[in-house]
């Protein structure tokens, strides 16, 4: 495999990992905003937007869009998250150039209003299916609490009053700035020929206009809040959120495995704390990590009269893990799961574009498969006591979603 990247003129970023014996190809274009680059008055607005990009422009009506993607054969979509929109496709070599125009006319839509005022009941009807859903409810709620006064504290989706306030006139204006050639990366896994790749960017992409709008940063504390939203449910849905390492700290290889080793979903601590003696239907602790940020994200889920009680228990767990780091046989399984996850998931062009493309906005780094392996067997025992000295499984942030009112 080979790795290229340029720089067209006006700033947008192609970069490729080109295997040519692998039988696909995959394409995707980053756009790093999401919603923590948008203010409380646009909150949605990222979201909202990728969902009026599949609506067409001039050269593509919505119809076109579906039915040519369908002749391509392409397995495409789109995805927005607190910092990245990724509108991407996987195809076979040869249909490269039908799907790149596509592709990239996606990122060109003509905001007609009447495509704004329709697919805004879509976006309404999408968030009361979410609000709907508590596991889901309670996450986003955590972030909203946690990240008080910081983007991050902004939901992916909006809410019902920002979005039904949202004009397209706010649309059309956010596009403009954040849509812009400098802010977006165009990233290529698989069987590609570079060539060819970079003359569909200049024909396609070349009269993007330029620049690159900053992202909004600020240092905020996390709120360290208890808060508890009333449902009639039968189960209380709870998370903790902590600090932890962000995208660019080294030890985020180590919170990886910390979070594998304490909180997989099969065979960590907290499965045998909890969930395989019947105490919990889900204890999981998870890592994210974002630009300038990274979080510790504990969620439960139990019925009401055991929540108390397993809380307590998941704060035993941690404390023990605080004091105590793990063990020897416990880090080298999380290193296999871990790494076996990482190889799996490449084993596709669509599995290498997401790495590629988030490596690149995130740290303008190119890694391969064996530099992630690499680093995942350099983490030692010291440097999992460094990254719970530094970031501890601590609880700041409690938020739940369910029939008690106190905790």
Known sequence: ???????????????????????????????????????????????????????????????????????????????????????????????????????????????????????????????????????????????????????????????????????????????????????????????????????LAEAHCGNWPQGSPERLRCDCPPAGKTVLFARPLNQQHLVTMGAAPSATDRLRFAAELVSVIVGDDTGSRLYWELVDPGHAESADLSYNDYQGAGLWSTYLCSTPDQAARNLARIREVYAEVNRDGVTPDELEQARTKVASRVVLQSERPMGRLASLGGNWLHRQEYRTIEDDLRDLDGVTLADIRELLEAYPLTKVTTVGVGPLESI
């Not at 596991?135 to 902004?154: D, N, R, S, T, W």
């Open 1 to 199: 495999m080979t790795f290229q990247q340029h720089q067209l003129s006006n700033g947008l970023q192609v970069i490729a990992e080109i295997n040519p014996s692998a039988c696909s190809s995959a394409l995707g274009f980053f756009v790093n905003t999401g919603a923590c680059d948008e203010t409380c008055e646009v909150g949605g607005v990222s979201h909202f937007l990728e969902h009026m990009a599949f609506k067409g422009n001039d050269r593509f009506t919505a119809d076109d869009v579906n039915r040519v993607f369908d002749e391509l054969g392409a397995q495409y979509n789109a995805s927005t998250s607190e910092e990245v929109t990724l509108y991407y496709a996987a195809i076979l070599p040869e249909y490269l150039p039908g799907t790149f125009e596509l592709l990239a006319n996606l990122l060109r839509p003509a905001l007609r209003t009447e495509d704004f005022e329709t697919e805004k009941q879509v976006i309404l009807e999408e968030i009361g299916m979410y609000d709907d859903m508590p596991a889901f409810l309670v996450l986003e709620k955590a972030m909203e609490v946690h990240f008080e006064g910081h983007p991050l504290c902004q939901s992916v989706l909006g809410s019902i009053d920002t979005v039904s306030r949202l004009t397209v006139d706010q649309m059309r204006g956010y596009f403009a700035e954040r849509y812009r050639a400098g802010n977006i990366t165009l990233a290529a896994a698989g069987n590609v020929d570079w060539n060819e790749l970079l003359e």
